[in-house]
Structure formats: structure tokens, C-alpha cells
């Protein structure tokens, strides 16, 4: 039953991503991108991640995308891109990128030399407490604990980066009396 | 469930070559912009994934961690956007060739 969860929810992902790379309309883009998002989150929720997949779908598929959609729909940018499905050469060039990296990616993880494959250990419900490893749980108990110990550094210089990027914000978009 | 961890990185991998074709095919800055996006929420389903077949708790951090930055990215990246598109009234990247001339 998972399993065919899996296939649906992995091709809905994949094919909602490639719909809005091939989309012409910007707006169009982001609602797949939303489709796109939604469906990693319920991969997430098959790797028993949840705390992770309820996280995705409030600030992916929520918060950055309606800043998205309201960036594109206030800048209104449709009309100059019709033509990059007619530019031939950018267009081979582009496929056979992606062809390259699609087939080495297939060659890497699929077929008959693909690398080993660990399985699946059973979760715990509940964190133990504070340790060198910390093991994987379902709880976000752990990322508590996680954050507060071992990733205390990071966590501090990540607030520390949302205050610069809010100063940031502020300072670039500001009208200049030269600029206008 | 029987999928392996080679499924999920084998989906990340495709995720990610499709955010990469969206950068080199298109055109309008707002797009490449969501594909960038699009890699970098590939690379977090391979951490997942990788944090769940090896019983650790650190990939599901290091999430953490690139979704908080990506938001930050993201609102920066749009006011520059903006910024652009203020002064020089378009966001296609064949019209922003000002350095080249």
C-alpha cells in the first residue's frame, strides 16, 4: 500500500516540477510548483518525517510561494517570454544537459549496479534524551533537543541570518531619490 | 513499505535535473528563480531520506536549517526583483546584458 503511495506521490511531484519549467505562463509555474511541494511533503510523510512535511507545507507551499505568486502578479512579467520554446539551439542544449544528468542519476541509483540498500530500521516514538547521536524519532521532541545541543551554533547564526535578511529586504527596496 | 533509499535519492536526482533544466531553459528571472527552489527541495528529500535509512536525526536538521535559509534567500531574491524590475522595467535575463556591452 506505501509503495504505491510512493509511485504516486513521486510521479505527481516529478511531473507537477516539469509542468512548470515547461509552463509559459509564470503564474501557471507557480501553481504546480505548489502541486510540486505538496507531493515532497507527502514524501516526506512516507519517510516518516512529519514534523519536516507540516513545515514544508506551511513555509514552501505556503509562505514562499504566495510571496511568489504576489511578486509575479504585481510585476506582471507574462508578456516577454513566449518565444524560449522557439529558440532551437538553447532548447537541444538545454535536453541534452538534462538528458546527461537524468541518465547518469538512473545509472547511479536504479538498475543492476546501484548503490547498497540499507533497511529500513524500525522508529522510535519517543526521544531518550540528549546524546552523542541522537537516534531518528517521529516526535519533534528531538529536533528540541537536537537544536538546543548539538546545533546550538548553527541555531544562533540562522537567527542571526533572518535578522540580516530583514534589514536586507528593507534597505533594497527602499526608493532612492536618485532611482526614481 | 519495500522502497528502498535508492527510490527516493533515485526521485531527488530527477527533481533536482529538472530544477536544473529550468535554469538553463528559461528566461524570465521569477522562474529560474522558483527552479532553484525546486533543487534546493530536492537536495531536502535526499537528506531525509538518507536521515531515515541510517537512523540519525541530523539529516532531518540540516532540513531545518536549508528551509529557514531558503525563506530568508527567497525574500531577498525577490526584493532584488523588485529592485530590478524598478529600474530597468524587465525581469528576462536576454535584457539584463548591460555588463556585456
Known amino acids: ?168 529586504v528593507i534597505v533594497v527596496s527602499k526608493k532612492t531619490e536618485e532611482g526614481k | 513499505m519495500t522502497v528502498g533509499l535508492n527510490a527516493f535519492i533515485l526521485v531527488a536526482g530527477l527533481l533536482f535535473a529538472i530544477g536544473f533544466l529550468g535554469v538553463i531553459l528559461r528566461k524570465n528571472t521569477l522562474v529560474i528563480y522558483m527552479s532553484l527552489e525546486l533543487m534546493l527541495n530536492a537536495v531536502n528529500l535526499a537528506l531525509v531520506a538518507f536521515s531515515r535509512y541510517n537512523n540519525t536525526m541530523d539529516g532531518n536538521l540540516f532540513v531545518f536549517f536549508i528551509i529557514t535559509v531558503a525563506a530568508a534567500e527567497v525574500a531577498v531574491g525577490l526584493a532584488i526583483i523588485v529592485a530590478l524590475f524598478r529600474r530597468r522595467q524587465t525581469v528576462m535575463v536576454d535584457h539584463l546584458n548591460a555588463l556585456s556591452r
Open chain 1, 1 to 168: 500500500m506505501l509503495d504505491i503511495l510512493f509511485y504516486v506521490f513521486s510521479a505527481v511531484t516529478l511531473i507537477a516540477a516539469l509542468l512548470m519549467v515547461l509552463s509559459p505562463n509564470a503564474v501557471n509555474g507557480a501553481m504546480c510548483m505548489i502541486v510540486s511541494f505538496v507531493g515532497t511533503a507527502a514524501m516526506f510523510v512516507l519517510l516518516e518525517a512529519y514534523f519536516l512535511a507540516i513545515l514544508q507545507v506551511l513555509v514552501y507551499a505556503g509562505a514562499v510561494m504566495v510571496l511568489f505568486l504576489f511578486i509575479i502578479m504585481l510585476l506582471d512579467v507574462d508578456k516577454g517570454e513566449c518565444g524560449f520554446l522557439k529558440d532551437k539551439l538553447t532548447l537541444a542544449s538545454s535536453f541534452v544537459g538534462f538528458a546527461l544528468i537524468a541518465v547518469l542519476v538512473c545509472s547511479a541509483f536504479a538498475g543492476a549496479n546501484h548503490l547498497p540498500e540499507p533497511g529500513l530500521m524500525p522508529v522510535l516514538e519517543n526521544p531518550t534524551g540528549s546524546g552523542a547521536g541522537i537516534p531518528f524519532t517521529t516526535s519533534s521532541k528531538s529536533f528540541g533537543y537536537s537544536l538546543f545541543t548539538k546545533y546550538m551554533l548553527p541555531f544562533q547564526v540562522t537567527g542571526f541570518l533572518l535578522l540580516a535578511a530583514m534589514i536586507g
